[in-house]
């Protein structure tokens, strides 16, 4: 039988040890993006396009890639207009396809389609002759600092550019899932088994406060409607009313 005095000291280490994991817990999260240009790496797709699933794995792909978050954050924007050829993607929404109508618009892709890759904000088509993405020295474009709070229900965002910069800016959230997988059951893709990554599973554009070079903005985490396990937050700075990204940032969250 242990002795009584033994087993208090171990209940009472016991006690600190959980005391320090919730200490831990609660501390907030800070990701914070290098001086340096990042490129944010967008890949439009759907579930109903059967051309996409090679871009979706290729996309996957960047999980392993040393570059991930220092260099580049790739998120995948579902779009829902192919919705109507026998299977809804569960991870479109019409914001998304939005996003890329309005690059059409001001002419940073050409047209409208599935798999389309745009990276700092341009059109790439490069991955339909040979998939391998090659990123020149980046310019120094300021930093994105972001502070997740501890229960992951608010996000604080700031910038500091390298120089001055005329007009107001916008930043940009994105919840990202991992290690998904959906049965399809319609469509092109009928009886196939599709793995997703960098899935953007919530987003949204907020307007940020402060004068140049210095900006800031508060807000709740985006909402998401489909769960996942492994997540990572993204953010990216745009100048109000524009889509191609200044910077960006991204990292794995807790």
């Known amino acids: 039988m242990m002795p009584f005095a033994r087993l208090i000291t171990l209940f009472t280490l016991s006690g600190a040890c959980l005391v320090g ?11 914070e993006s290098p001086p340096q240009r990042v490129a944010l790496v967008e890949l439009f797709t759907s579930e109903g396009c059967s051309s996409c699933p090679p871009a979706d794995r290729w996309l996957s792909g960047l999980v392993g890639d040393e ?16 919705d109507y050829i ?9 914001a998304y396809s939005q996003r890329q109508r309005d690059y059409a618009r001001s002419g940073n892709v050409r047209s409208v389609y599935t798999p389309g890759f745009v990276v700092h904000g341009e059109e790439w088509r490069g991955w339909f002759r040979h998939p391998v993405l090659s990123l020149d020295d980046p310019p120094p474009a300021g930093v994105i600092v972001l502070d997740v709070a501890p229960d992951g229900a608010q996000v604080t965002a700031s910038y ?23 049965t399809v059951k319609g469509g ?7 793995p997703h990554d960098f899935v953007v ?4 554009r907020m307007p940020m406060t402060g004068t140049s070079p210095h900006f800031s903005a508060t807000s709740t985490m985006p909402e998401t409607q489909v769960s996942a396990a492994r997540r990572a937050l993204a953010a990216w700075v745009s100048r109000h009313g524009e889509q191609a990204p200044m910077q960006a940032v991204g990292g794995w969250l807790r």
Not at 86 to 94: H, L, Q, T, Y
């Open 188 to 194: 092109e893709n009928e009886g196939r088994i599709l």
């Open 21 to 31: 994991v919730q200490d831990a817990a609660a501390q907030s999260q800070r990701i």
């Open 67 to 82: 570059r991930l978050w220092r260099h580049l954050v790739p998120v995948a924007f579902h779009v829902d207009y192919w």
């Open 160 to 182: 500091s550019a390298g120089s001055d910069l005329p007009g107001p800016l916008d930043i940009h959230l994105a919840v990202l899932g991992f290690d998904l997988t959906t």
């Open 86 to 94: 026998g299977w809804p993607d569960r991870f479109a929404r019409p």
């Open 201 to 204: 599973l919530g987003y949204q």
